[in-house]
């Protein structure tokens, strides 16, 4: 049993630090996003450079997660956290004032996801252990809410940096945050660690690391590659077998990384699940809007990044407060409500055009930033709750990979969907013709296309049609991800339970 003595006085403080170390890993998994074409144009790289740059981070960071969260377990969660932070700052500043060449930047983002896989498991973790039972969901909420908001912060950010400096600058704003986090987590936030001294399950590790990196690599590959490639289909079938190999260990081994008896727990896979699918819809959302806002819109990345300020504004008091509607209504009843809310939110931007008015999208994004709120905090309230503390980065780590695989899944399917539609729909001009394969690949080409055409008349009637074209792809995937939305409330109204689970022994 728990008792309120063992809990620090100044835990509201030690949360203040880990939201802020939560921000810096939410901040960059999307800031470098806005400062691509500049940094491209700087560092001559092609399109699979980029890709890369941006891809490097997300494989390393969600491939070892559940290895990082049991060090985090074993060794003492606090070390990990500052570890985890001097690797993002020292390999940040490196790439602003060192980086040459593309290959540099794509290495140097692997190192920051490495050192965010050890930073985002330690701060939920360090937030379970460090708050009483009756204020936990408050916590946890509160821990959702930040990160939420992070990925929009990490635009406006970004584009402010792009927009006023250079693409380096992205990279160099991380330093003074992570100094600041530093000194304030190794003056506030206590040591812990798993008591019993159990020995760390390193095949489990390995399998962990095998299986999430390839699934991560054919989600994130299948669209430009094909489904039908390859590589993407080694991939999947890597993950396959490493997936199997995983499970089997982990259900003989004596101290398995993440024991099975977990996902029996129905709060626990539910709860996963939840995230998987709502992750899956916000970040298919964010891909198409950043687009929609720039390429439809004409807007610059700063004013597009500014556009979504109702999602968060929305997302954080839903997510802060989602423990007293829990308390009141019971999780199952939130959870499921969050995801209708996002549901309705979809559908309404099914209906917007090339000339709908900003307020009309506005009031969308705050729907979708409430139902999301309502829907985050609560399921990683369950996950937490149905582990003990002695692995409480483990199950950290695995609700951080279920965001990962679901914000990667929403952006391959859902690009993939609009991709599709555009496609089909575009009509190109016979004078531009010889432009097709690329104009068909690619909407941003097919805006630059047109607008450098030497038949200005052509070039505006390739412009419109891409841009409609474009809208109507952006549609029909809102319609596929208020589908998904409402399978998950489905899901979650018919088997998550709603009975609260009795407090494990902090060592047990």
């Known amino acids: ?24 890993v939410m901040l960059n998994n999307v800031t470098l996003n806005v400062a691509l074409p500049e940094l491209s144009k700087d560092l001559k790289a092609n399109n699979s450079q980029l890709q890369w740059i941006m891809d490097s ?3 390393v960071f969600g491939g070892t997660l559940l290895l990082m969260g049991a060090l985090g377990d074993r060794f003492g969660r606090k070390g990990a956290l500052q570890i985890g932070l001097v690797i993002v700052a020292c390999a940040s500043v490196w790439t602003a004032l060192y980086a040459q060449t593309s290959n540099q930047v794509i290495f140097a983002r692997a190192v920051m996801g490495l050192g965010a896989a050890l930073v985002m ?6 937030v379970l252990v460090v708050f009483p039972p009756d204020e936990r969901g408050k916590a946890i909420g509160i821990w959702a809410a930040m990160a939420g908001i992070g990925a929009p912060i990490g635009l406006l950010v970004g ?3 792009v927009e006023n400096y250079d693409w380096q600058m992205v990279f160099l704003i991380n330093a003074p945050v992570i100094v600041a986090a530093l000194i304030l987590g190794a003056i506030l936030v206590p040591r812990s660690k798993d008591a019993t001294g159990k020995p760390l399950d390193w095949m489990g590790a390995l399998l962990s690391v095998i299986a999430l990196a390839s699934l991560l690599y054919g989600i994130i590959e299948g669209p430009s590659l094909g489904w039908s490639d390859l590589n993407v289909l080694t991939a999947f079938v890597i993950f396959f077998t490493s997936g199997v190999a995983f499970v089997q260990w982990q259900l003989k081994t004596e101290h398995p990384l993440l024991p ?6 129905r709060q626990y896979s539910i709860g996963l699940m939840a995230i998987v699918l709502a992750m899956f819809v916000m970040f298919s959302f964010m891909f198409m809007q950043m687009l929609h806002f720039q390429l439809v819109r004409g807007l610059s990345p700063l004013e597009a990044a500014i556009r979504f300020f109702p999602l968060p504004l929305g997302l954080m008091p839903a997510a802060a407060n989602s423990d007293k509607f829990v308390a009141k209504f019971g999780r199952r009843k939130v959870i499921t409500f969050g995801l209708c809310l996002v549901a309705v939110g979809m559908m309404l931007f099914a209906l917007v055009d090339r000339g709908t008015a900003y307020a009309q999208i506005a009031v969308t994004f705050a729907l979708l930033g409430l139902g999301m709120g309502l829907t985050m905090a609560p399921s990683t309230t369950a996950i937490m709750e149905a582990i003990p503390h002695n692995k409480a980065g483990v199950g950290s780590a695995t609700n951080d990979a279920s965001r990962e695989i679901g914000g990667a899944l929403g952006i391959a399917i859902g690009g993939s969907i609009l991709n599709q539609i555009y496609q089909s729909a575009l009509v190109i001009p016979e004078s531009l013709m010889s432009f097709k394969d690329v104009v068909m690949n690619s909407f941003p080409s097919a805006m630059r296309i047109g607008a450098e055409a030497e038949n200005r008349a052509d070039g505006a009637l390739l412009i419109a049609s891409a841009q409609d074209a474009f809208v109507e792809g952006m549609v029909g995937s809102c319609y596929i ?28």
């Open 1 to 24: 049993m728990e008792h309120e003595t063992n809990y620090p006085d100044n835990r509201w403080m030690i949360l203040g630090v880990m939201s802020l170390s939560l921000v810096i």
């Open 57 to 59: 981070y997300a494989l």
């Open 121 to 126: 498991p330690s701060t939920l973790s360090v």
């Open 159 to 161: 584009g402010w940096a």
């Open 260 to 265: 099975m008896e977990f996902f029996s727990q």
């Open 481 to 508: 991800t208020a589908a998904v939305a409402i399978l998950a409330a489905i899901i979650v109204w018919t088997m998550m339970p709603d009975e609260q689970p009795q407090e494990t022994s902090s060592e047990e």
